[in-house]
C-alpha cells in the first residue's frame, strides 16, 4: 500500500480576503495593524504568492515604522521572495538610507547575494545611491565581490552610467589593495 500525499486544504475566500488585507497593510506601512495581527499570532514572516514576505513589501515600499515591527517581532531580514530578491537589495535600489540602515541593524547581510550574485551593494552602485554605497562599505560590503558573469560593483556602476558610485568605489577598492 502506497501512501499518497494529504492535499493541501483549499483556502476559502474568506481566507484569501484576509490574506489579502493583510499583505495590503503591509503594502501601505500600517504599523498599527500589522502590530495587532502579529499580536494576535500572524506569522512575521508569512509570503504571498510571489514569495514576498511582508518585511519584503514594508521596506521595498519604504514604510519604516512597518518594517521595525515586522523586525521587532521575528521577521527575517534575509528572507527572499521567488526571483531571489533580499529587502536589503531592494532598499538599495530605491536609494532608501534608512531602510538600509534598518535592515542591517536587524542582521540583514550586507554580502548577500541574489541566485545570480549581484549584492545590495551592486543594486546601490549600479543606481548611483551613493549615501547606501557608503553605508554597505562601512558595514563591510566588498567593493570586488563580482556576480556570476564576474561584473565588480564599480564595473556594474560604470556600465549603468552613474556618476558619483564609481569613485566611491574606486577608493575602497584602492583602500583595500
Known amino acids: ?22 499583505f495590503e ?15 494576535r499570532g500572524l506569522p512575521a514572516n508569512i509570503r504571498n504568492h510571489n514569495g514576498d514576505s511582508l518585511l519584503m513589501l514594508t521596506s521595498y515600499h519604504g514604510h519604516l515604522d512597518a518594517s521595525r515591527v515586522l523586525l521587532e517581532h521575528g521577521a527575517d531580514p534575509q528572507l527572499r521572495n521567488d526571483k ?18 534598518l535592515l542591517l541593524d536587524h542582521g540583514a547581510d550586507v554580502e548577500s547575494a541574489s541566485p545570480d550574485g549581484k549584492t545590495a551593494l551592486m543594486m546601490a552602485a549600479m543606481f548611483n545611491r551613493s549615501d547606501i554605497v557608503e553605508l554597505l562599505l562601512e558595514r563591510g560590503a566588498d567593493p570586488s ?6 561584473v ?7 556600465a549603468m552610467g552613474a556618476r558619483d558610485t564609481p569613485k566611491l568605489l574606486t577608493e575602497a577598492v584602492a583602500a583595500c589593495s
Request: net charge negative.
Open 1 to 22: 500500500m502506497t501512501d499518497q500525499p494529504s492535499p493541501k486544504p483549499e483556502l476559502d475566500d474568506a481566507a484569501l480576503a484576509f490574506a489579502a488585507q493583510v
Open 25 to 39: 497593510s503591509a503594502r501601505s506601512g500600517d504599523a498599527e495593524r500589522l502590530t495587532d495581527l502579529l499580536g
Open 84 to 101: 531571489g530578491q533580499s529587502p536589503l537589495a531592494g532598499a538599495a535600489f530605491k536609494g532608501n538610507l534608512a531602510m538600509a540602515r
Open 145 to 150: 565581490q563580482a556576480d556570476m558573469n564576474g
Open 152 to 158: 565588480t560593483p564599480l564595473a556594474a556602476a560604470q
